[in-house]
């Protein structure tokens, strides 16, 4: 699953063995109005066909899994770049929960593509803009101001038994002084899934096997 407003091709680099793995690639639907990531993660579970698969998820799509998990059964789940409870979140995402301050974002502006990148992929993605705005495929403003807001507002506490959780020590959207139990990525970014694909490909197949 791709992290908010982005599609599948963040994972285009991502090869397992195919004599190992049967990949499958999720994609962002656009939510209901005012419904619940609960609920979001129920109609996406339905697009799973395979009894107790893997499940990976990047970012936003890390925490979608995790909801999902309730009903797929996942022999496992790996998120990256991501987070696995709200105790984990940066201050400012919880003090924009409390204050309502994520509201007040621009989100209309989102067909902007420089501005969406910031949102989903952080600030410094910018500088290289051309290069990522291919994977920004989702524009609309109800989809981002849904998602925005179910990111600062996710209320897990204790996290989901067994969860393997790969993160960068350079991630500025969640930064790793907040995390817990992870596999560090030394200079990995909150984009490490597009520009550290080498790590992810060596890595992966033993991950989600043992």
Same mark, same amino acid.
Request: one cysteine or more; hydrophobic letters at 40%.
């Given at each position: 699953?791709?992290?908010?407003?982005?599609?599948?091709?963040?994972?285009?680099?991502? /090869?397992?063995?195919?004599?190992?793995?049967?990949?499958?690639?999720?994609?962002?639907?656009?939510?209901?109005?005012?419904?619940?990531?609960?609920?979001?993660?129920?109609?996406?579970?339905?697009?799973?066909?395979?009894?107790?698969?893997?499940?990976?998820?990047?970012?936003?799509?890390?925490?979608?899994?995790?909801?999902?998990?309730?009903?797929?059964?996942?022999?496992?789940?790996?998120?990256?770049?991501?987070?696995?409870?709200?105790?984990?979140?940066?201050?400012?995402?919880?003090?924009?929960?409390?204050?309502?301050? /994520?509201?007040?974002?621009?989100?209309?502006?989102?067909?902007?593509?420089?501005?969406?990148?910031?949102?989903?992929?952080?600030?410094?993605?910018?500088?290289?803009?051309?290069?990522?705005?291919?994977?920004?495929?989702?524009?609309?403003?109800?989809?981002?101001?849904?998602?925005?807001?179910?990111?600062?507002?996710?209320?897990?506490?204790?996290?989901?038994?067994?969860?393997?959780?790969?993160?960068?020590?350079?991630?500025?959207?969640?930064?790793?002084?907040?995390?817990?139990?992870?596999?560090?990525?030394?200079?990995?970014? /909150?984009?490490?899934?597009?520009?550290?694909?080498?790590?992810?490909?060596?890595?992966?197949?033993?991950?989600?096997?043992?």
């Amino acid at each position: 699953m791709p992290g908010m407003a982005a599609s599948s091709l963040i994972f285009e680099h991502i /090869h397992l063995p195919p004599n190992r793995f049967e990949v499958f690639k999720l994609e962002w639907m656009s939510p209901l109005k005012g419904e619940s990531l609960v609920n979001y993660a129920r109609r996406m579970s339905e697009n799973i066909h395979h009894k107790n698969p893997v499940l990976i998820g990047v970012s936003f799509g890390g925490i979608l899994i995790q909801e999902m998990e309730a009903f797929v059964k996942p022999r496992k789940l790996i998120v990256i770049s991501s987070v696995k409870t709200r105790g984990e979140l940066p201050r400012r995402m919880k003090f924009a929960s409390r204050t309502g301050a /994520h509201k007040l974002l621009p989100t209309s502006l989102a067909t902007n593509v420089e501005l969406l990148a910031k949102y989903a992929f952080g600030k410094a993605v910018v500088k290289r803009l051309e290069l990522y705005k291919k994977y920004l495929t989702i524009s609309d403003k109800n989809y981002v101001d849904w998602a925005i807001n179910e990111i600062v507002s996710w209320r897990r506490k204790v996290p989901i038994s067994g969860v393997v959780h790969i993160h960068g020590d350079k991630d500025a959207v969640f930064p790793i002084k907040y995390i817990k139990d992870c596999i560090e990525v030394k200079g990995g970014t /909150h984009i490490m899934i597009i520009n550290r694909f080498k790590w992810f490909n060596e890595q992966l197949p033993d991950l989600i096997e043992n």
